[in-house]
């Protein structure tokens, strides 16, 4: 019996979901670039990504950076909530990932990101560069690991699907602080859950440097109270100005 030559398969196209990478800027030149790049020497080959940088008027060349590596540059509203907004706003991935620009994901982040079959939202540890010279950020990273709201901050970044997003309102767009913390506990009574990512971001320790690790962790543990027992967010603002700018 002569078996009749089959036509060629059809090219599958990526299962995988598309994905709109978020970054909030002010005046990043410094860090933009390396972030960027990572992103997408580290997608995997069929990934649909897309990197939007939402840029409160910078005054040096972070847009021009922006572009020059691919990404769609989004002038807004200075301010990281309204900025993360205006991001997710032109974003037409079916996941964000809001990302800071000083944070690199782990290598395998998209695979990692994109594995649950449930698309819950997600984030991952945190680990800061330098951190085996410095034994106090060492021991804050480690407890990044653990399902605690206390330990949800947007250095970690934040995966969340675009629906869901949008059924949780996004970020409060006059909040100027914790206004991802206030999201991750929205999105976890939406969806029932969260999911903790077994890899770790890296990020810059700048802010623990220029003031000190242990003084900078009182004053983020006194805002986190005040903000969990209902201070509002001028109070917050005006006790942060003070105590870290």
Not at 40 to 52: G, K, N, Q, R
Not at 96 to 116: K, N, Q
Not at 172 to 187: A, F, I, K, S
Not at 211 to 230: D, E, M, N, P, S
Request: hydrophobic share 40%; net charge positive; with cysteine.
């Amino acid at each position: 019996m002569i078996l009749a030559k089959q036509p060629p398969s059809p090219t599958r196209k990526s299962q995988r979901p598309s994905c709109s990478v978020i970054i909030p800027t002010w005046n990043e030149a410094a860090t933009l670039a390396t972030t960027l790049r990572h992103l997408t020497a580290t997608a995997v080959p069929d990934a649909d990504l897309e990197l939007i940088v939402a840029d409160g008027g910078s005054s040096d060349e972070t847009r021009d950076i922006a572009r020059r590596c691919g990404a769609k540059v989004i002038p807004c509203t200075r301010g990281r909530a309204p900025q993360m907004n205006a991001g997710a706003r032109a974003a037409r991935g079916e996941f964000l990932y809001f990302l800071h620009a000083d944070t690199l994901p782990p290598a395998d982040w998209y695979a990692r990101l994109t594995a649950d079959p449930h698309g819950l939202p997600a984030c991952f540890r945190l680990r800061f560069g330098g951190q085996e010279r410095l034994p106090w950020l060492r021991v804050y990273s480690y407890f990044t690991r653990f399902d605690i709201d206390a330990f949800r901050f947007g250095d970690q970044s934040l995966w969340v699907r675009r629906a869901d997003f949008r059924a949780v309102g996004g970020y409060p767009d006059d909040w100027q602080l914790l206004e991802d913390n206030y999201l991750v506990r929205r999105l976890r009574r939406h969806r029932g859950g969260f999911r903790i990512v077994a890899a770790s971001v890296t990020t810059s320790p700048r802010k623990y440097l220029r003031h000190g690790f242990v003084y900078t962790q009182l004053v983020y543990t006194l805002l986190y109270t005040l903000y969990r027992l209902g201070a509002g967010q001028p109070r917050l603002a005006r006790l942060y100005r003070r105590l870290l700018q």
